[in-house]
């Protein structure tokens, strides 16, 4: 099974290890009031597949401030949403990627220009002593003057994030019922490409970002969970 078609399934020895680390989280304190939480979309749930264990599966849904620093430059990219379904099928782990929302943001530098971030076609999102996360995305370049096709990265190529737990913004329970986390993840070593598709315009975009690059992503992520 290719890496981009892999189901997430994994040993229960690890979906063990996860739900202590859950239960682990559950007995750090608060830091925020109900009012300062975002409100929560699990409209892109993806249903379990048939062979699901019965009543193993939930959705997370992600909430995220994200931003991205190529040198000394920095893109803020907004609000993402991110949901996903997980639990077990014939006692194993296994997970279905929802959804990725993200909407389009301004490029500092390059004026009239937008940027939007779109979902890649591979995720894991099962934590372990070394990552908390990869995700697969590219993003979509938009200006006037640039061909439809520009962009960083692609569907069939595109930027491969693996991200790990902030130390400056470590796992915070927020809520028992339902369950409710807030957590900072950082890519340090996100590789990023030239621009492809742009036309004539693309080795400015080039010049202007400094592509390619290796790159920094930041994210500070609000995640609920309700049970499917």
């Known amino acids: 099974m290719s890496r981009r078609h892999h189901a997430g399934r994994l040993s229960a020895m690890k979906l063990l290890a996860l739900g202590a680390a859950v239960a682990a989280l559950a007995l750090l304190p608060g830091t925020a009031s109900a009012d300062e ?18 009543g193993t599966w939930r959705c997370e849904a992600f909430v995220s401030q994200g931003k991205l ?18 639990g077990k099928v014939n006692g194993q782990y296994a997970q279905v990627f929802g959804a990725l929302r993200h909407e389009p943001v301004r490029v500092p530098g390059l004026a009239g220009t937008t940027l939007q971030l779109r979902y890649g076609g591979y ?14 995305v590219y993003a979509m370049l938009r200006h006037p003057l640039l061909r439809k096709e520009c962009s960083i990265g692609t569907a069939a190529a595109p930027l491969h994030t ?21 957590f900072g993840v950082v890519d340090p070593a996100l590789a990023l490409p030239a621009t492809q598709g742009c036309g004539p315009l693309g080795k400015l975009v080039d010049r202007k970002l400094g592509l390619p690059s290796s ?4 994210q500070t992520t609000y995640v609920q969970y309700k049970q499917l």
Do not use: W, Y
């Open 162 to 182: 693996v991200v790990h737990d902030d130390p400056a913004m470590p796992p915070t329970v927020l809520s028992k019922n339902p369950p409710t986390f807030h």
């Open 37 to 54: 939480l975002p409100t929560f979309d699990f409209t892109g749930c993806p249903a379990p597949p048939a062979d699901a264990d019965p």
């Open 215 to 218: 790159s920094e992503f930041h």
């Open 69 to 86: 620093s190529i040198g000394t430059q920095e893109i803020p990219l907004g609000e993402m949403r991110l949901t996903f379904s997980e």
């Open 123 to 136: 995720s894991d999102f099962q934590g372990n002593d070394t990552r908390r996360g990869e995700l697969d």
